[in-house]
């Protein structure tokens, strides 16, 4: 298993410009997660999504959109990138068939974004 | 509204020293709490988590973590430091409020290995 990956690793975007991180899970996991990593504030949640076709805001989400068409995929866009965005990008999944709220959150390795 | 409050952004010990990495949280049910290391350029990954059926709890790579209700704190611990340990910790509670069962996460506490 290749358990959470991320594309791409690095990007660098001027300001105004648009993208789109993927994110892939191949542990058949319902949950998924957009953290953005800055220092000393920790991971801060984007969007989550609980299942296939939903998703949802999380702490973070203004100048970002999600979108979860398929259950392994989690799609994070920015429509018009601000230099406030450039931090690294970290996707996560978890499983919740046993509704659990101590299931592990997997982590993907990262997409370092860097906006001038 | 949970919250994860990691005292101290960078420690620094001597290999073969205590480590004690501090975490105290807020919240307003009895929590859930995990600890994740991030080493560089990488992912985070699981170190051990508390899931109320005990309050020592040992996780991987030597370290342990007890929570102490009484003082809302959850303390990361391991009794020899090795290079290796070098990377940044982080403390996280679950949110058991929310359908997406989030984590918050706490700022981080970088760990330095000296020789």
């Known amino acids: 298993n290749a358990g959470v990956t991320q594309t791409p690793k690095f990007r660098v975007l001027k300001t105004g410009q648009s993208m789109t991180l993927l994110c892939a899970q191949d542990?058949?996991?319902?949950?998924m997660y957009w953290y953005r990593q800055d220092p000393g504030m920790g991971l801060r949640l984007i969007h989550y999504?609980?299942?296939?076709?939903?998703?949802a805001k999380g702490e973070v989400p203004d100048g970002y959109n999600v979108s979860r068409l398929k259950k392994q995929n989690f799609l994070l866009g920015l429509e018009s990138a601000a230099p406030s965005q450039t931090s690294v990008y970290f996707c996560a999944s978890r499983d919740s068939t046993s509704g659990r709220f101590t299931d592990t959150q997997y982590f993907g390795p990262g997409t370092r974004l860097t906006v001038l | 509204a949970q919250s994860v409050t990691q005292l101290g952004s960078h420690v620094s010990v001597s290999e073969g020293a205590l480590v004690l990495l501090r975490c105290n949280y807020s919240s307003s049910v009895p929590p859930y709490l995990f600890w994740y290391v991030q080493y560089p350029n990488q992912g985070l990954q699981l170190l051990l988590k508390y899931t109320s059926a005990a309050t020592l709890v040992k996780g991987i790579n030597g370290f342990e973590a007890e929570f102490k209700k009484s003082e809302t704190s959850f303390h990361l611990t391991k009794p020899s430091a090795h290079m290796s340990d070098a990377a940044e910790y982080f403390c996280?509670?679950?949110?058991?409020?929310?359908?997406?069962?989030?984590?918050?996460f706490g700022g981080g506490t970088r760990l330095m290995v000296k020789p």
């Open positions: 999504s609980v299942g296939e076709g939903t998703t």
């Open positions: 542990m058949n996991h319902e949950y």
């Open positions: 996280a509670v679950s949110d058991r409020g929310n359908a997406g069962n989030m984590l918050t």
